[in-house]
C-alpha cells in the first residue's frame, strides 16, 4: 500500500512534466494511411522506445514490419506474479478537414480543461497515461507485477501486420491478461468499461445489367434496370421485425440472459441524448432488444453507400448499365466474420434476379470478443476506477470494434481488460480531436492502482 501512494504522490507532484511529455508526443504527426508521414511514424515509434527504457523497461526494440514498426519491452523480474501484455497503437487518423480545426491539428493546444490535437484521445492520452503510471510505479521499487508492450504503428489502417506478428511470436508475447489501452469511459465522472465488442465484415456489391448506359426512353421497361434490382435485393436483406434475413444469420449469437440485461440496462441513457447525438428523430431496430443491447449485445446489417447512373445536376434520362453498394455487418462473439461471406453469397444466389451479372467483393473483417465480467483481473480493474473516480464503475458493451481483442483472444487465449478514458464527445477521427485533461491524469491513477492491484488479486 506504500508503494501505491507514494506512486500516486509522484504523479500528483509530475503533472506538469506528465502534461510536457503529452505535448511533446501530440506534436508528431505519425499518421499511418499517408506515405509522406512514414518518417514521422518511425520517429514516434522510436519516441516511445526511449520512454520505456526511461522508467526501466528491457528488451526494448522497434520490430520491423512489412508496414510501420511494432514497439516492444518487457520486464519479467516479479515471479509467481500475473504477466500483462499491453496493448496500444501510436499512429493517428489523417486531419481533414483541416480548415474545420481551431488550432493547428498537432500543436497540442490547452483550452481550458482540454488539449486539442489528433491523436489526443485515440489514443495517445490513454497510452502515455499507462506509461507514466508505469514510470511512478518505477521510483518506488520494483514494478509489482511482469509487464510487456506491444505498440503498433498500423491501427489506423486496419492493423494488416498484427496478426500475423502475434502468430509468429507467441512465446514472446505469452501472458495470463492484456491491458487494453484503447477504451473509454461513458462520461467525465463516470467510470464504465467495455466487456464485449462487436466484429466486422465489409463487402461490396456490383450489379451489371446492359453492356451499356442507354436510353430510358428507348429501352425503359424492357430489360433490368440494376439499381431497382439492387434496390430490392438490399431492401430484402431485412424483415418487418428489422431482423437480418441472411440465411444462418443469428446461429451463433448468444442470447442475452436476464442478469445482463439488468447490468446493461443500469447504463445511463435516455432517447433524447440519442437523438441529440444522431439528430435523428426517431428509433429503430430489432424487435425485443432496447437502444444499448441493438447497438452493443446484436449483429447489424447497414448499407454504407449506393451508386450508379447519372447523379449530376439537371436531368439525364439514362438506364444504367450497373449499380454498386458498399455493406457493412457488426458481429458479435462467436459469429465467424470468415463465415459470414457465405451466407451473403447464398443471399445474393438466392434474390439476384435472371438478367443481371453480379459480383462480391470483401474488403475487410474482425471478430468480435466477450470478455469475462467476473474474472479476477476484471474485478481489479473495476476496484481501481472506483478507487480513483469515487463511483461504481458501469459495465457496458461497445458496438464499435477493435479486432486485436478478437484477435488475442484466438491466438494468445487471453482475455483483455478495456481500461481507457477517452469520452463519446472527444471527436476522435474528426476535427477538434480532444481528450479531457482532468481524466487523464485521472487514468494515471488508475493504472497505478490497476498494476498494483493485480500483484495481490486472488486467481
Known amino acids: 500500500?506504500?508503494?501505491?501512494?507514494?506512486?500516486?504522490?509522484?504523479?500528483?507532484?509530475?503533472?506538469?512534466?506528465?502534461?510536457?511529455?503529452?505535448?511533446?508526443?501530440?506534436?508528431?504527426?505519425?499518421?499511418?494511411?499517408?506515405?509522406?508521414?512514414?518518417?514521422?511514424?518511425?520517429r514516434t515509434a522510436q519516441w516511445l522506445a526511449d520512454h520505456l527504457k526511461r522508467f526501466g523497461m528491457q528488451q526494448v526494440k522497434c520490430i520491423p514490419t512489412a508496414g510501420h514498426p511494432i514497439v516492444y519491452g518487457e520486464w519479467l523480474k516479479a515471479p509467481g506474479k500475473p504477466v500483462v501484455l499491453v496493448?496500444?497503437?501510436?499512429?493517428?487518423?489523417?486531419?481533414?478537414?483541416?480548415e474545420e480545426w481551431e488550432s493547428e491539428p498537432f500543436s497540442a493546444e490547452v483550452r481550458g480543461n482540454y488539449i486539442y490535437a489528433r491523436g489526443a484521445s485515440d489514443m495517445k492520452g490513454q497510452l502515455l497515461a499507462q506509461l507514466k503510471a508505469m514510470e511512478s510505479l518505477s521510483t518506488h521499487g520494483d514494478f509489482p507485477?511482469?509487464?510487456?508492450?506491444?505498440?503498433?504503428?498500423?491501427?489506423?489502417?486496419?492493423?494488416p501486420h498484427l496478426s500475423g506478428f502475434i502468430e509468429t511470436h507467441k512465446e514472446l508475447l505469452a501472458c495470463d491478461i492484456v491491458l487494453n489501452c484503447d477504451a473509454g469511459i461513458h462520461a467525465p465522472d463516470g467510470p464504465s468499461i467495455v466487456y464485449a465488442l462487436r466484429g466486422l465484415a465489409y463487402f461490396e456489391v456490383e450489379v451489371q445489367g446492359p453492356a451499356k448506359d442507354l436510353h430510358s426512353g428507348m429501352f425503359g421497361g424492357s430489360i433490368r434496370n440494376p439499381i431497382h434490382v439492387l434496390c430490392e435485393v438490399i431492401a430484402g436483406m431485412h424483415d418487418a421485425e428489422g431482423r437480418v434475413t441472411l440465411p444462418g444469420f443469428y446461429n451463433a449469437v448468444r442470447p442475452l440472459d436476464e442478469e445482463e440485461r439488468r447490468e446493461l440496462a443500469r447504463f445511463p441513457y435516455s432517447n433524447q441524448e440519442w437523438f441529440n447525438l444522431t439528430g435523428a428523430s426517431g428509433l429503430y431496430g430489432e424487435s425485443g432488444y432496447s437502444t444499448l443491447e441493438r447497438v452493443g449485445a446484436r449483429p447489424t446489417l447497414e448499407i454504407n453507400g449506393i451508386w450508379g447512373g447519372f447523379t449530376g445536376t439537371g436531368a439525364k434520362t439514362v438506364l444504367p448499365a450497373r449499380a454498386s453498394a458498399k455493406l457493412s455487418m457488426r458481429l458479435v462473439a462467436d459469429q465467424k466474420p470468415e463465415s459470414i461471406r457465405g451466407m451473403l453469397q447464398r443471399y445474393l444466389e438466392e434474390h439476384m434476379p435472371a438478367g443481371v451479372q453480379w459480383s462480391l467483393q470483401e474488403h475487410s473483417h474482425g471478430p468480435g470478443a466477450i470478455m469475462n465480467r467476473n474474472s479476477p483481473y476484471m474485478k481489479t480493474a473495476l476496484a481501481a476506477l472506483k478507487a480513483t473516480f469515487g463511483v461504481d464503475p458501469i459495465f457496458r458493451r461497445e458496438g464499435g470494434s477493435v479486432p486485436v481483442v478478437g484477435i488475442m483472444q484466438e491466438l494468445l487465449g487471453v482475455d483483455s481488460i478495456m481500461l481507457g478514458f477517452a469520452l463519446p464527445d472527444d471527436g476522435i477521427h474528426g476535427p477538434n480531436e480532444r481528450q479531457y485533461l482532468p481524466n487523464f491524469f485521472?487514468?494515471?491513477?488508475?493504472?497505478?492502482?490497476?498494476m498494483a492491484g493485480l500483484a495481490s488479486m486472488q486467481q
Open 1 to 42: 500500500m506504500e508503494s501505491i501512494e507514494a506512486a500516486l504522490t509522484y504523479a500528483r507532484n509530475k503533472r506538469e512534466e506528465h502534461l510536457a511529455d503529452y505535448k511533446a508526443l501530440l506534436t508528431i504527426p505519425s499518421i499511418s494511411t499517408l506515405p509522406e508521414h512514414r518518417e514521422d511514424v518511425l
Open 87 to 98: 496493448y496500444g497503437h501510436y499512429d493517428v487518423q489523417p486531419v481533414d478537414p483541416i
Open 145 to 159: 507485477v511482469n509487464v510487456k508492450y506491444l505498440l503498433e504503428g498500423e491501427e489506423e489502417i486496419g492493423s
Open 442 to 450: 485521472k487514468g494515471i491513477e488508475t493504472y497505478i492502482r490497476f
